[in-house]
């Protein structure tokens, strides 16, 4: 079965501290993996797809990583509002007919003035 | 302007009752999901339907029934509800059913079983 492990569970930056969420992951064989943020109270929101080892993506301050095993999600200066719950997800090769997503428990990510 | 929307956002209920969730997207998305995000913000996926066609069944206990009358809308009815079932749970749908493409999710409800 796919697993994935995210670390740190929380993360505390001051603002313009740069730093990186990792996502460990377990796979039968990977077919994508996925970034979202998910701010309280509200649904996730999508931030990136990652198809192949080496493949790098990125969006304002944010860039996703990905290797054979993990993902990081680098935060390069933060602001306030990049504050939110950022949870990875992988789609694997095995996974029947449909087309399910495994998600990790998510980092939580506060980044104060 | 709304792309996936979720009625109620909040449900308190007693245990043993029987409630519904409403889901309707408006993207013109073929595929729309149920996840369960508990106290511990694991999102973990319970439905998928693609064209009305129910796709992925998780292990999920049969008190949970998804409904699909067009492909726009994805409810959800729990039958006999438990304390376990208090959770936040989230409508998602997607352009294709291959997983490989976005998800958009709904704002959730969350449910509280008393």
């Known amino acids: 079965e796919d697993q994935v492990t995210q670390s740190p569970e929380a993360l505390r930056l001051q603002e313009g501290e740069s730093s990186s969420l990792n996502c460990s992951y377990t796979v039968s064989g990977l077919r994508g993996l996925f970034w979202y943020r998910q701010d309280p109270g509200k649904g996730p929101e999508f931030l990136f797809t990652?198809?192949?080892a080496g493949e790098e993506k990125e969006k304002e301050r944010l860039k996703a990583t990905l290797t054979k095993k993990e993902s990081f999600l680098h935060i390069t200066a933060p602001k306030p509002e990049d504050s939110a719950t950022y949870l990875c997800a992988v789609r694997g090769i095995l996974t029947g007919g449909g087309n399910k997503l495994t998600f990790g428990t998510g980092t939580q990510l506060k980044v104060e003035l | 302007d709304t792309a996936v929307s979720q009625t109620p956002k909040y449900l308190v209920t007693q245990m043993g009752n029987d409630k519904s969730i409403k889901c309707e997207q408006n993207l013109g998305h073929d595929t729309m999901y149920w996840y369960k995000q508990d106290s511990k913000k694991f999102l973990k996926i319970m439905f998928s339907y693609n064209n009305k066609e129910l796709i992925i069944n998780e292990t999920v206990p049969n008190r949970f029934s998804p409904k699909s009358p067009d492909k726009a809308h994805l409810n959800l009815h729990i039958n006999s509800l438990e304390l376990g079932d208090s959770a936040v749970y989230f409508c998602?749908?997607?352009?294709?059913?291959?997983?490989?493409?976005?998800?958009?999710f709904g704002p959730g409800t969350r449910l509280t079983v008393l």
């Open positions: 998602a749908s997607s352009q294709t059913r291959t997983g490989l493409d976005e998800q958009f």
């Open positions: 990652l198809y192949s």
